[in-house]
């Protein structure tokens, strides 16, 4: 069929296509600035607050989205050149999909080519949140010293260079130094990434960095800013060339960066908003007193699920979550890791049927056609278990609980980070960490303890005997027997 260009001037072509924004565009004032534009921020924060500028008097909550590293050049010039607009395209789990072009990006910056205009916009009077999707590596978290990494040199050039900043750290500083300056209201600071309290986070890491670039300025932002915490969550694949060309060919929508997702989201958010907030409960998101124990449940069992069955299903050379959920033995291993070592962690969620939580997450994981990489998956698995799986640990570990399912995903981890898939076929490890796994990886086919010196990653955890020995069986088991039949035995253990 004919195809338009996706952007403002062509978006009335698309209605019979696409659900697009029935409200003015041009009518929309700026309220959030949001770092971090990828496919997460897009299927989630955008699309809520899409639907929320559909109703009456919400004209002040539009998108300002911030592409802070130079990787992120694509997305920004794409975004620019669609006036801010893409296609959401949520894979229903019968195949069906519902196409949305979502309108709340009205302003789009790019941080390496105008650092200026960002801390401008940060520090702008009508801006009342600062959302960030900045991955769990963002934070400069070291899971070793339980601190700031002052040590990372992009750090160190913030520090020297506070004009032209490239972290998040120095142009949170640069924008709150303005608004002090300039006497402005606070603002919230929210974070939207998968990170244990990521609110607190976010405001330890921030007051590290500020004690040093600028520390008249922490008494201020005391006062100031809050730091509410927030659970995010819907899956988001990569969007592939075959969801591009789909999109063009069966609804006329030339996007070149559309969103694909799940049909499922959820946002809960503690009501902690220095400044004002969009009425996001207006169109579902859930806002509570403490959001961390909903945190804790989905980092704990659906983003370590994933890590689960990215890590096993690699090895046996499946390309997709789906496939490797499918895979009976694997999805019963991953079941067993839900009950018996994450459930007990979790004590009394009130209100949360964690059975139904649980079954629903091998459903979702089960969506044939969201077709989640496991590239993706496994990709910064560094940043992400000290996350999502060494919590669970070390707090069986404290109660004396089993960790042997745990044990068995790590020394897997190990394995993978040979660099090889069981078939012999090589898998290519995206993780900032790269060359430090894969030298440990080299070191533990000797003493497979090594692999566990990397604090950064694991803290301290080789010095649980408890621990080492699990791990140390289960890894010589997968060497010896494989994947497919370790997990067999302990599936009947
Ligand atoms: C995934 C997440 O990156 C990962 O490892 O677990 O991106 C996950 O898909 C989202 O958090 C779902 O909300």
Same mark, same amino acid.
């Given at each position: 069929?004919?195809?338009?260009?996706?952007?403002? &001037?062509?978006?009335?072509?698309?209605s019979g296509s696409a659900a697009i924004p029935a409200y003015d565009r041009s009518d929309v004032k700026v309220g959030i600035v949001h770092v971090g534009i990828g496919g997460f921020h897009r299927a989630h924060e955008a699309y809520y607050t899409d639907q929320l500028l559909h109703k009456e008097g919400n004209k002040d909550w539009g998108i300002c989205g911030v592409a802070l590293l130079d990787f992120d050049q694509k997305i920004y010039q794409t975004l620019k050149d669609q006036d801010g607009l893409y296609t959401l395209i949520v894979k229903e789990l019968d195949g069906t999909l519902t196409k949305t072009i979502v309108g709340s990006i009205v302003e789009y910056l790019f941080a390496p080519e105008n650092p200026a205009a960002v801390i401008d916009k940060m520090?702008?009077?009508?801006?009342?949140?600062?959302t960030l999707t900045i991955t769990e590596g963002g934070y400069n978290y070291n899971e070793a010293t339980k601190k700031f990494d002052f040590a990372n040199p992009l750090i160190q050039h913030d520090l020297e260079n506070p004009t032209t900043p490239k972290t998040i750290f120095g142009y949170l500083t640069q924008a709150l130094k303005a608004r002090k300056e300039q006497h402005l209201? *606070?603002?919230?600071?929210?974070?939207?990434?998968?990170?244990? *309290?990521?609110?607190?986070?976010?405001?330890?890491?921030?007051?590290?960095?500020? &004690?040093?670039?600028?520390?008249s300025l922490v008494e201020w932002i005391h006062a100031n800013v809050t730091f509410p915490n927030s659970m995010v969550d819907r899956i988001t694949p990569a969007t592939s060339l075959v969801d591009i060309s789909a999109l063009k060919e069966n609804s006329g929508i030339d996007d070149a960066w559309p969103?694909?997702?799940?049909?499922?989201?959820?946002?809960?958010? &503690?009501?902690?908003?220095?400044?004002g907030r969009p009425a996001w409960e207006n169109v579902g998101a859930q806002f509570v007193a403490d959001v961390v124990p909903y945190e804790k449940m989905k980092l704990s069992l659906l983003n370590a699920?994933?890590?689960?069955?990215?890590?096993? *299903?690699?090895?046996? *050379?499946?390309? /997709?979550?789906d496939e490797a959920v499918h895979d009976p033995a694997i999805s019963q291993f991953l079941k067993l890791y839900m009950d018996i070592e994450v459930t007990p962690v979790l004590g009394n969620l009130e209100g949360v049927d964690l059975k139904s939580y649980k079954h629903s997450l091998i459903q979702r994981f089960g969506n044939i056609y969201i077709k989640d990489q496991?590239?993706?998956?496994?990709?910064? /698995?560094?940043?992400?278990?000290?996350?999502?799986?060494?919590? /669970?640990?070390?707090?069986?570990?404290? &109660?004396?609980?089993?960790v042997k399912l745990a044990a068995f995903v790590i020394a897997a981890w190990a394995i993978y980070s040979l660099g090889f898939d069981e078939n012999g076929n090589p898998l290519v490890i995206k993780d900032a960490l790269a060359e430090v796994l894969h030298q440990k990886a080299i070191e533990a086919k000797n003493e497979p303890k090594e692999f566990l010196s990397i604090e950064s990653v694991f803290g301290d955890l080789k010095k649980s005997e408890v621990f080492v020995n699990a791990y140390r069986e289960s890894y010589d088991d997968i060497l010896k027997h494989g994947v497919e039949k370790c997990v067999a035995d302990l599936n009947n253990e």
């Open positions: 069929m004919a195809s338009y260009k996706l952007n403002s &001037e062509n978006l009335s072509k698309f520090a702008h009077q009508d801006i009342k949140i600062i209201k *606070g603002v919230a600071i929210q974070s939207c990434d998968n990170v244990q *309290g990521n609110g607190h986070m976010i405001q330890n890491m921030l007051l590290s960095y500020v &004690e040093k670039a600028a520390p969103v694909v997702c799940e049909p499922f989201k959820q946002w809960v958010i &503690e009501d902690d908003f220095a400044a699920g994933h890590s689960v069955l990215g890590i096993l *299903g690699a090895l046996k *050379g499946y390309a /997709t979550i496991i590239d993706r998956i496994c990709s910064e /698995t560094s940043a992400k278990l000290p996350i999502f799986i060494l919590p /669970t640990i070390n707090a069986q570990l404290k &109660e004396s609980g089993s």
